[in-house]
Every structure is written in structure tokens, then in C-alpha cells.
């Protein structure tokens, strides 16, 4: 569980986050999602403790992060794949984590193998690509096999194979009753990973709700050769039709059933029935184009 | 505590920057093995009324103030290094509580420091006097080690303190190069500066600068150096705290006070 309240954060006269609140609960995967300078990196660097915010608090199961004793075994993060030193191996990059959470030895060289990196263990780090530096970054993450995940861009870097396993990981995690926070502007990869969604612009929460809500079914289309009939019949029936630019009709507040029932009984046949959810891409855009132009208008 | 000081440890064994220190270290010693061969092969070749003008820097010495300035960089690079990758991010997700990492980066870096330095002096001594041998080369001192320890001990402080010092100046400066050119002014600029002033200031500031003492603390003065020999033993000591001590103290307040 991770609960940020009334989280602030100015540098200079920039306010980068602006009292935002929301939790991420435990046993599913919680997208975190805004535009580029929208305040994600730097929440989770709060919620961390690296930034110091201004005002409000971010607590990991109802703690602050510096007052954790073994942060490790408790929230794992990976928010930069980068921040290594090139000089270690994996051994030693992870060793001197796990020595100082007091996390066995054995479980460094556990880890290493679930990312798939056992065969470079004892390479110098500084010859990696940034798909093998990000699975070194998952698996200090998982190395205190902690109860609260918090991950910016994961997948960035990473092959198509590898986006499926962090995919599969995630979800897997999730599914054990952790607590999963990820970033990442891959939003067909998010649609198939989160399971709930936390979307911020300008550093004030947009949307704080379930990927089912965001994606729900928004209307049905229909073709058919008597496409006129079919729309006073359905207007009657109490849907809502609009004609589309490519023939066919858009029909809010009949489901296919209804749709389908009502044309057998005028004897109007039908080409096509396809019921359309919003893609999270189209949610997302619409959520963040609301937001530039209330920025616009003030 | 304990378990931050084993992870900076760790820290500082793997990586590579620490082996290029040491190893530079034991280049010096080296060199300063040659330059004992090179006095006694003079002092051998030189007839026997001329051999009172050959006078040699005393070696251990001239060790001190380079182990001083390698692991002084040791020092720095323990930092500088997590800042320019910004590892210093993960480090501080890994032990939050930033005072520890900075008092335990201290300990370990102080304990290499004193080590190292003590053993560079003390094979650089005995380098010296199996090469050099019962010959008289003037600034070689003949007197057993139990005579010189104290001042050896002194050095390898002084050693600790630079390396100290490197510490403190790049968590303040986040950046080796900053580290480095200010450490290099204390170092080498700064007495250069002091011993030009007008007297009584040179030796007033030739005392208190941290090359000088070293030499103070031991009790034996500066002979052979730049620096003043005007402080007693127990203000020399304080000295070379209070060189330690006030960056550290600036450096806890910023680290726990910047984001990182």
C-alpha cells in the first residue's frame, strides 16, 4: 500500500507536483500515467524520500521510506537503469544491497538467475546494453522480495520477449498480493499490464480509477443496407445514433443483443455489429487533451 | 550501522578506481626505492670529503605527501563516482538515512587511508634503510623505526585526513573535478602561497595547513618542508580534526538537506 497526501513539490518556481492524492492498494498492477513533465519521476522520488516535497507526505504501508529500517525487503524500486556504477558486476552491484538490508547472499545469486542474467554475472556492467541493465534493475528491485514495487519506464530498452516477461512478472507479482506501481508511456503496453490507473498532468491527479472504467465499452457499430430504417428503429428504441463519415452507425445506449433483437423484428438486415471500447491510448489523449486546453484557457 | 559500513565496503573493493589508486601508491614506493638506490650509488661514487654535500629528501617523508594527494583522490572518487552516475539515487534507496552512508563512506575510507599510508611509509623506511644501509646521506634519518614511529604514525593520520577531506569536498561538490582542483589548491597551492607571505604570517599559516602537520603532531617539526612547525602537539592533533570536521559537518547538513 502506498498513500501520498497532499504531496507538493516546487523547484524554484516551478511547482512540479501539486498536492496530489492517491493510494496504489495491494493485488493488482497500478499504472501511473501523464505526460512528459507531468511530476511522475519525481512522485516516486518523494515517495522514495530522495526529493524532499514541500508539503503533504508519501507513506509505504503507512511509513515513511527514510524511516524504514530495511527499505529493501519492504519497497523495491527501479527508477533509473542507468544509475549504476560500470566498474561492478552484477555480484558486487547487488551485493553491497543485499549486505546492506541484510538480505543472504544466496539470494543475490537467486535473482540474477530470474532476470536471465546469470551468464554475465560476473561481467563489468559497463558493457551492457540497456535491456540487460534494466533486467539488472528489476532484480535489485525483487531483491529483498518486498511487498511494494515501484518501477519508471521498466520496458524501455527492452526486446519484445522481455516487455512480455516483465508483462507476465508484473502481473504475477500483482497476483501474490503485492503492490505494484509502474510507469511507462508504452500505453498498449500498459492496457495489457495495469489493472487500475492513476493519470496525472501538471502535477494534479487527472484520473484515479480502473482500467475497465477507462476502456469501457463506448458504443456499438452497426452496418447495415437499410441503414435509415435501422436508425429511426433504434431512436425509437431509445439509442442514441449518429451516421458515420464511412457509412455505418454509432449507436450509444443499445448493447448488441438489443440492437440485434430489434433489427430480426423490423426485418432489417444486418452487416455488422461491433461493440467499441476506447483504447487506453484514446482515453489517455482525451484525459491529457482536457488538460492542456484548461491550461490554455487560464 | 554495521550493515552500512560492510555495503560501503563492498562498495569500495569493487570498484576499479580503488586498485588504480593503490596501485599508484605502490609506484611511489617504488620510485622511492630507486631514488634510495640511486643516493647510495652517488654517495658510493663521490670521494669521501664531498660526500657531506650530498643530501637526500628523507623518503618516507616525500611518500607521506604523495600518498597524501593519491588517496586524497581515493577519498574524492568514493563519492564523486555515485554522483556523476547517479548511483548516489540508488545508494540512498538502499540506506535512506544519508548520515549513515556519509559516516560509514568516512570510516571505510579513513581505516584504507590509514592503512595504506602506514604501510606505503613503512615500506618506503625500509626500502631506504636496506638501500641506503649504514651510509650517512645527509636528510636520511639513521634512527631505528621504534625512534621514528611516532612520526610514521603521524603520517599515515595525516594520510587519513586528506583522504578525509577528498571525502567531504565531493559530497559538497558533487563532482571530482570540483573535488580534485580543490584538494590539489590545499595540497600543493596553498602552502606555496603561505610560505610567500610576509613573516610572521608565513609561518603562522605554514602551521596550520594540513601538509604541515603531521610533522607537528610527531613533534619532530617541518625540516625539510614548506610548512611552519608553531603548534604544539595536542593543537596539531586539533588541527587535523577540525580540517576533518568542519567539511564533514557542512557536507552531513547539505547531503540530508539536497535532493539527491
Known amino acids: ?76 524500486a527501479l527508477l533509473d ?78 526486446d519484445p520477449d522481455g516487455v512480455r516477461w516483465i508483462r507476465e512478472l508484473l502481473r504475477g507479482l500483482a497476483a501474490e498480493g503485492r503492490t505494484v506501481l509502474l510507469s511507462s508511456h508504452l500505453m498498449s503496453e500498459m492496457e495489457l499490464t495495469a489493472d487500475h490507473l492513476v493519470v496525472i498532468g501538471r502535477g494534479r491527479l487527472i484520473t484515479d480509477t480502473s482500467m475497465r472504467e477507462l476502456t469501457a465499452v463506448r458504443d456499438v457499430f452497426v452496418r447495415s443496407s437499410r441503414a435509415a430504417d435501422l436508425a429511426t428503429a433504434l431512436s425509437a428504441a431509445g439509442g442514441t445514433v449518429a451516421a458515420e463519415d464511412g457509412g455505418g452507425l454509432s449507436v450509444r445506449g443499445l448493447d448488441p443483443v438489443e440492437i440485434g433483437d430489434l433489427a430480426a423484428r423490423h426485418a432489417i438486415p444486418l452487416h455488422e455489429v461491433t461493440p467499441r471500447g476506447a483504447s487506453l491510448e484514446e482515453t489517455y489523449m482525451r484525459l491529457t487533451a482536457e488538460l492542456t486546453a484548461e491550461e490554455a484557457n487560464r | 550501522m554495521i550493515d552500512a559500513l560492510a555495503a560501503e565496503w563492498l562498495k569500495l573493493r569493487t570498484v576499479r578506481s580503488t586498485s588504480v589508486v593503490l596501485a599508484v601508491v605502490a609506484v611511489v614506493v617504488g620510485l622511492m626505492a630507486l631514488l634510495a638506490w640511486y643516493a647510495a650509488h652517488l654517495w658510493d661514487g663521490l670521494p669521501p670529503g664531498r660526500r657531506d654535500h650530498l643530501e637526500v629528501s628523507s623518503l618516507p617523508e616525500v611518500t607521506h ?31 535512506p538515512s544519508r548520515g549513515r552512508v556519509l559516516a560509514a563512506k568516512a570510516v571505510v575510507v579513513a581505516v584504507v587511508a590509514f592503512c595504506t599510508g602506514l604501510a606505503a611509509v613503512l615500506a618506503t623506511y625500509a626500502a631506504g634503510r636496506l638501500i641506503i644501509g649504514d651510509r650517512p646521506v645527509r636528510g636520511q634519518s639513521a634512527e631505528a623505526l621504534s625512534g621514528q614511529l611516532p612520526l610514521f604514525l603521524a603520517m599515515s593520520l595525516s594520510i587519513a585526513m586528506f583522504a578525509l577531506l577528498g571525502l567531504c569536498l565531493a559530497a559538497l ?55 611552519g612547525a608553531l603548534l604544539s602537539q595536542p593543537a596539531a592533533l586539533a588541527a587535523m580534526v577540525a580540517w576533518v570536521a568542519v567539511p564533514y559537518a557542512v557536507a552531513a547538513v547539505l547531503l540530508a538537506r539536497r535532493d539527491a
Open chain 2, 65 to 95: 605527501t604523495l600518498a597524501s594527494l593519491c588517496l586524497a583522490v581515493l577519498g574524492v572518487l568514493a563519492f564523486s563516482g555515485e554522483f556523476g552516475t547517479g548511483m548516489i539515487r540508488t545508494t540512498f534507496t538502499v540506506l
Open chain 1, 1 to 76: 500500500m502506498i498513500e501520498v497526501r497532499e504531496l507538493t513539490k516546487r523547484f524554484g518556481r516551478t511547482v512540479a507536483v501539486d498536492g496530489l492524492t492517491f493510494h496504489v492498494k495491494p493485488g493488482r498492477v497500478t499504472g501511473f500515467l501523464g505526460p512528459n513533465g507531468a511530476g511522475k519521476s519525481t512522485t516516486m522520488r518523494m515517495i522514495l524520500g530522495l526529493d524532499r516535497p514541500a508539503s503533504g507526505e508519501a507513506l509505504v504501508g503507512g511509513r515513511r521510506y527514510d524511516r524504514l529500517r530495511h527499505p529493501m525487503r519492504e519497497v523495491g
Open chain 2, 173 to 227: 561538490t558533487r563532482s571530482a573535478v570540483a573535488a580534485v582542483a580543490t584538494l590539489v589548491a590545499v595540497w600543493y597551492v596553498l602552502p606555496i602561497v603561505g610560505f610567500n607571505l610576509p613573516a610572521p604570517w608565513n609561518e603562522r599559516v605554514g602551521s596550520i595547513l594540513p601538509g604541515a602537520l603531521a610533522g607537528q603532531l610527531a613533534g619532530t617539526g617541518n625540516p625539510q618542508s614548506v610548512g
Open chain 1, 81 to 158: 537503469a542507468g544509475a549504476v556504477q560500470g566498474g561492478r558486476t552484477p555480484l558486487g552491484h547487488l551485493g553491497w544491497m543485499a549486505r546492506a538490508n541484510r538480505i543472504g547472499q544466496d539470494r543475490v545469486v537467486s535473482v540474477i538467475e530470474q532476470v536471465g542474467l546469470a551468464g554475465v554475472a560476473r561481467r563489468r556492467i559497463r558493457g551492457f546494453s540497456l535491456g540487460m541493465r534494466q533486467r539488472l534493475g528489476i532484480a535489485a528491485a525483487l531483491l529483498g522480495d518486498p511487498g511494494v514495487l515501484l518501477l519508471d519506464e521498466p520496458v524501455n530498452g527492452l
